[in-house]
């Protein structure tokens, strides 16, 4: 039986540091051999390479202000409503 393996497999696997070791990775909190390990599996891992640079973007401490959204389709009812006039 060919059992033909894909290289790429984008999703976690057992072997993936979790997300708050990579945040920590990022941050440099990590011990050197730990850093190590987690620079030896982002080098054939695609799916932390890619979870890296989000990470960036998740910080716990600041939450934003923005105004609550509004469902598309209230909004679309709400306008129909508005131009009738
Ligand atoms: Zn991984």
Do not use: W
């Not at 891992?45 to 923005?66: D, I, K, Q, V």
């Amino acid at each position: 039986m060919n059992h033909s393996q894909t290289q790429l497999t984008f999703r976690k696997t057992a072997d993936c540091p979790t997300s708050a070791t990579l945040l920590a990775y990022r941050s440099e909190k990590l011990s050197q051999k730990v850093v190590a390990l987690v620079r030896k599996h982002l080098a054939d891992c695609e799916f932390c390479n890619a979870e890296l640079p989000l990470l960036a973007y998740h910080t716990p401490a600041r939450r934003s202000p923005g105004a609550p959204e509004i469902p598309m389709n209230l909004r679309i009812l709400a306008e129909s409503i508005l131009s009738r006039t």
